[in-house]
């Protein structure tokens, strides 16, 4: 089973329309070169300090993890395409005798992977807060297990937003799991503060050519950020005249789609609608404004359509995906 959670602010978790049910939607090691400087924290005992000035704090110089990332966990998390880009890492974290294993992670410019091995194995899927140099990544997330011969232990959680380098290039990456929410059909969840902190090179994309503003039957839609990375296809736009509820709300059809010259829809990854203001400046004319986030799994070379639907009317966006 695969959970689509959201880490998202109260901005983005207003009202019922927030995300579709597909989905909208904080290690320690720094990587330079070919050697990596680890660090992972445990509880701790003392209430309110921060992580850094645990303890528990262990740091290795210069340690090479040159172990390769299981294929199963790679498939899971969409990130068999990009393996040489993904940092193989062996970064733990202990709390109430269980442990948290950071074994890998890859960052571009609009997802952000963690690859996580629990022991005792089948905890429970990792509730996660990312943050960077400039805050909390607001994004969206999906999580699941890895499901393959043998392994119970490991899981993914991948971000629907980008990392953010700091001024060395590199994204400094703070992790929390606060809990672990059991998968199997036991239920229930396991609580702890498992910590990690990781700089990682953030891969680049590129912008897609796009018309900037389209009418869609009374809306007026706006494309944000229309961009190709080494794992997806990422947009965002801006609708005025539709609430997030008139997007993503039950009942509703798919705002966006991406599909190829055959009309078959690309995998989607994540997408949903949220207010366009925090939540206590929201009134009844700004509501209905939405600002909306889709991704969809890279697709092989060739020529796609965005296909948009809503307010009675259909447009298209011819997208080429160059190899």
């Not at 445990?42 to 299981?70: F, K, Y």
């Not at 429970?124 to 999906?142: F, W």
């Not at 690309?266 to 400046?281: N, R």
């Amino acid at each position: 089973m695969e959970r689509k959670v959201g880490h998202i602010s109260a901005e983005r978790m207003y009202a019922a329309g927030v995300a579709s049910a597909g989905a909208r939607r904080a290690i320690a090691g720094l990587a330079v070169g070919g050697s990596l400087l680890l660090a992972a924290c445990g509880r701790n005992t003392g209430a309110g300090q921060a992580p850094t000035s645990r303890p528990s704090v262990h740091v290795a110089s210069a340690l090479i993890v040159s172990h390769p990332i299981p294929a199963w966990d790679l498939e899971a998390a969409s990130l068999t395409a990009v393996a040489d880009l993904v940092t193989p890492l062996q970064l733990s974290s202990t709390d109430n005798g269980r442990t948290i294993t950071l074994i890998g992670a890859y960052a571009d410019v609009a997802r952000t992977v963690l690859l996580f091995r629990e022991s005792p194995p089948d905890l429970g899927l990792p509730s996660v807060i990312v943050s960077d140099d400039q805050g909390m990544i607001n994004a969206g997330s999906s999580s699941g297990p890895v499901r393959s011969p043998g392994v119970r232990s490991d899981y993914y959680v991948a971000l629907d937003d980008g990392a953010r380098p700091g001024a060395d290039g590199l994204a400094h990456l703070s992790i929390a799991i606060g809990h672990l929410t059991r998968w199997t059909s036991t239920g229930g969840s396991v609580d702890g503060n498992w910590s990690f902190n990781v700089a990682l090179t953030v891969q680049p994309g590129q912008a897609l050519p796009a018309p900037n503003q389209f009418r869609l039957g009374a809306w007026k839609v706006t494309i944000e950020r229309l961009q190709l990375t080494p794992t997806v296809v990422y947009l965002q736009t801006l609708v005025n005249g539709a609430s997030p509820v008139a997007i993503s709300g039950p009942g509703n059809a798919v705002f966006v789609e991406l599909v190829d010259a055959a009309g078959v829809p690309v995998k989607s990854l994540g997408g949903g609608a949220s207010i366009t203001v925090p939540k206590q400046d929201v009134n009844p004319v700004n509501y209905q404004n939405a600002r909306t986030y889709n991704t969809w799994l890279r697709p092989a070379a060739g020529t796609y359509r965005l296909r948009f639907q809503g307010s009675g009317a259909r447009y298209e966006v011819i997208v080429v995906v160059k190899s």
